[in-house]
């Protein structure tokens, strides 16, 4: 690695490193044995970038009788990947004889001096163990399982006193969870001396890669959470508040010529089975709620189907496709055809990222205020109730708060603006 102090510039080959990651280099060219490291780094200041580029300085910059090995592992296979294409991308334009083998299925690089970087993802569970490396990075390590990590990956580095590298955006500030947390807050802890090192990219002007007029746009289209989160490098908490819904609530909501609704389905019991109407300029027009207890599954399909018969200006219905979600939208089109009902179904498949997505999409809608909800008190209970929760492995997924207090209105009123915001039809 050349490092010319005097304009603060690192150069690999074509890459050249930002500030503030020179000052990440450093301190792994300073500590270079038994180090962990841990980077908090905002969205699109070069993590990865910096990961690539640092890895090939550490495997050509050593001698045949001390070959350097670098493993870089990714929550996902695709990131893997992506990721070795770009060393490709990189290899391809070194000296002929500097790359000896590049292979894409295994995601392996060798070098001259019989160095290698391999890429791998924490998909592949328990065929992870027993590698071994002079450094291990984690990209993305707040989204990796932590057991998994400190089980299968931290023992790479035991024979070889090698440093573990630990970059990424952060998700929860729960230590006990997060695998990035818990060697943050390690850190800080222990005064970033000795074997525990962090450095904090939210300190630097990034702007170089990240100009203002960006990261207004992204402030402007992303939630006020995600944008803190993944622009500002902020730890989500879980009790942050999803939306301020209290300005978009208006009753009196007159119908428009084409309309469109989000249908929810309840199963037995206390659920309910929501259908939430919206006229073409996205007001709240109505909400059809069918409490199971009450209406059988054949009783609920007529009365949906009545309901669409008495609005003929709705003119699409986008329906959970989970569960008996299916099932129940393939009854209730033959009903609304028998009844001479015109209105299109359109499917929605319900997982944890579709649901993310449409649940901050309209947390989006209500912050600019370009929706409109009913003043309606189950509703608002409702609403209130829903929250942004973690998964075992600190991924982020919403729910309600309380299973005595249900979310259907919630999910029907989002993935009806979600498919809206897609173009998965037309309200003209």
């Known amino acids: 690695m050349a490092n010319r102090e005097q304009k603060e510039t690192v150069r690999i080959y074509s890459g050249e490193l930002f500030p503030w990651q020179i000052t990440a280099a450093r301190t792994l060219l300073k500590f270079p044995k038994n180090l962990v490291y841990t980077i908090l780094a905002p969205r699109q200041v070069g993590k990865t970038h910096f990961i690539e580029m640092f890895s090939l300085s550490k495997c050509l910059n050593t001698n045949k009788e001390k070959p350097f090995r670098v493993v870089i592992v990714n929550p996902t296979f695709a990131n893997s990947k992506r990721c070795y294409a770009d060393f490709a991308a990189f290899t391809e334009k070194m000296p002929e004889g500097i790359v000896t083998s590049a292979n894409a299925s295994d995601l392996q690089i060798k070098f001259w001096n019989n160095s290698t970087i391999q890429l791998k993802s924490l998909e592949q569970s328990n065929a992870l163990r027993g590698d071994h490396c002079d450094l291990l990075v984690l990209d993305e390590s707040a989204f990796m399982d932590t057991a998994t990590a400190l089980s299968c990956l931290f023992p790479y580095v035991n024979s070889t006193r090698g440093d573990i590298l630990l970059i990424s955006t952060p998700t929860f500030a729960d230590p006990q969870s997060n695998l990035f947390a818990k060697f943050w807050f390690k850190a800080k802890e222990y005064g970033n001396k000795g074997r525990y090192q962090l450095c904090d990219w ?20 992303m939630p006020w959470n995600i944008y803190a989160n993944e622009i500002l490098g902020e730890f989500l908490s879980e009790k942050n508040e999803l939306w301020d819904f209290g300005s978009v609530l208006r009753n009196g909501i007159l119908p428009t010529n084409n309309m469109f609704a989000g249908l ?20 709240m027009y109505d909400l059809l709620r069918l409490n199971g207890s009450d209406h059988d599954a054949t009783e609920r399909i007529k009365l949906i189907s009545n309901y669409i018969k008495e609005h003929p200006q709705l003119k699409k219905v986008v329906y959970e496709t989970n569960s008996i979600g299916a099932p129940l939208a393939d009854f209730l089109k033959k009903e609304c055809m028998r009844t001479g009902c015109k209105c299109q179904f359109i499917p929605f498949n319900t997982n944890n990222q579709t649901k993310r997505e449409a649940i901050e999409n309209l947390q989006l809608e209500i912050q600019n205020q370009t929706v409109t909800l009913l003043d309606d008190s189950q509703l608002k209970l409702e609403f209130s109730q829903f929250e942004m929760k973690k998964t075992k492995t600190g991924l982020i997924t919403y729910g309600n708060r309380s299973d005595n207090v249900h ?4 999910v029907s009123s989002a993935i009806a603006l979600q498919s809206a915001r897609k173009g998965n039809y037309s309200l003209k």
């Open 264 to 283: 929810d389905w309840g199963s037995t019991g206390t659920d309910e089975t929501v259908l939430a109407v919206f006229n073409e300029n996205k007001q």
């Open 202 to 221: 939210r300190k630097f002007d990034t702007s170089a890669i990240l100009p203002p007029e960006t990261k207004q746009m992204l402030k402007e289209t």
């Open 407 to 410: 979310d259907d209105i919630v």
